[in-house]
């Protein structure tokens, strides 16, 4: 009689992956419903999202006997308490986890999962100044029709942008696999998520030219020369954009492990910088941004990084920076009875005062207005609304 180790081993693994293990390399296979096998071990499969974190070997092997034994409900529960490394917030427990699953909105989910200021962040990134300095990025170093992947990816809002807009090939990889499940569910439910740290061996395979963006997370990660290494490795002459840096030399009150900007800048040789407010007030104005030389970026909070091959001609995309027609705006939740409310203290002193430059304090949107931002018919008046973020497209699950 075989063991089951044995049976594992054997067990038919037909459909190939383009992923392989982050501990032995090897291509992952499926093995059955919610799971893939690496020739050595079996990882976790919940929600389309494949669970791919070394060196977690007590939580891989308890969520894969959950799946075994037919509860991936069970899975998903032990798999969404998992945090990274910055997280210090208490863990929900079960009985919210698993409710979760059954949230109707992301707002409800957020706070079944606990997630705090996070998932405050999650809830009004539409409306953040970084956020318009990543659309504005994003249009002038464009992806063009090139596959697509975001690294730290969070829940997926730019991904769920360049979807609406025509890209298909899209990937994300974060480390927190409930923020994965929350783009899978209510923001970015087309792209290929994949969960698994990016200072560990990356489970994907290069493929050609690509175009890897992080954004607003890689000032969090320890080895940075070698994440941006392996982004330019899986790029393959496309393109890494790197938003939003955090610059060591301006305190502010963010957390994680900045880097002066010349210190960004040897990261990623050959690099165009952009100061990140810039970028902000180059969306607002609807100009093109200006690089600058690292030197000048001394006195800025953040700054971007740009090394990239011209999209190839012909293949572009309707740019992010401008409402998609057809789709519906709504009203800034911010805004209550036309007045605008912070989320929380902490959004506040972080994104406040930036987002106090274009957010008004108070609104009277007429119902002629109103009536035209629900069809998606992008008046001129609609869309100078929706570029400060009066006006937005937000999941239509919110």
Not at 319 to 339: E, I, K, T, W
């Amino acid at each position: 009689m075989r063991s089951p180790a044995a049976g594992r081993a054997t067990a038919a693994a037909a459909t190939v992956t383009d992923l392989v293990s982050p501990v032995n390399g090897a291509p992952l296979r499926r093995h059955g419903p919610g799971l893939l096998y690496d020739g050595e071990r079996l990882w976790p499969l919940v929600a389309g999202i494949p669970w791919l974190r070394a060196g977690h070997e007590e939580l891989r092997e308890r969520a894969v006997r959950r799946i075994e034994e037919g509860d991936p409900a069970g899975a998903a529960v032990l798999l969404l308490a998992d945090t990274d490394d910055w997280w210090d917030g208490p863990v929900p427990p079960p009985g919210a986890l698993r409710a979760a699953l059954g949230a109707a909105t992301l707002r409800e989910a957020v706070a079944l999962l606990g997630m705090g200021r996070v998932g405050d962040y999650f809830l009004h990134r539409w409306s953040d100044p970084t956020w318009l300095a990543v659309l504005a990025l994003t249009a002038h170093h464009s992806p063009g029709r090139r596959p697509v992947l975001e690294l730290a990816c969070g829940a997926g809002h730019l991904l769920r942008e360049l979807a609406l807009r025509g890209h298909r090939d899209l990937t994300g990889v974060d480390v927190v696999f409930a923020k994965l499940w929350l783009a899978r569910r209510f923001v970015a439910p087309g792209a290929r998520l994949v969960c698994a740290d990016l200072t560990a061996p990356w489970p994907l395979r290069p493929r050609g030219p690509a175009y890897v963006a992080c954004h607003d997370a890689l000032y969090f990660l320890p080895r940075k020369r070698e994440v941006v290494d392996r982004a330019l490795e899986y790029a393959d002459g496309g393109a890494v954009v790197l938003g939003h840096c955090h610059n060591a030399l301006v305190p502010g009150p963010g957390a994680g492990l900045p880097l002066d900007p010349a210190g960004w800048r040897s990261l990623l040789e050959g690099a165009v910088c952009y100061d990140d407010a810039e970028l902000t007030r180059a969306l607002l104005d609807g100009v093109a941004p200006r690089p600058r030389a690292a030197e000048e970026l001394a006195h800025c909070e953040a700054l971007a990084l740009v090394a990239a091959a011209p999209a190839p001609p012909g293949h572009g995309l309707p740019s992010p920076a401008r409402p998609v027609p057809g789709r519906p705006l709504r009203p800034n939740p911010l805004y209550r009875d036309g007045l605008l409310h912070w989320p929380n203290p902490r959004w506040r002193d972080e994104y406040g005062r930036g987002a106090a430059a274009y957010l008004p304090s108070r609104v009277d949107l007429s119902p002629g207005l109103l009536a035209d931002a629900r069809a998606g018919r992008p008046t001129p008046e609609v869309a100078a609304l929706a570029r400060r973020r009066v006006l937005l497209d937000l999941p239509e699950r919110w």
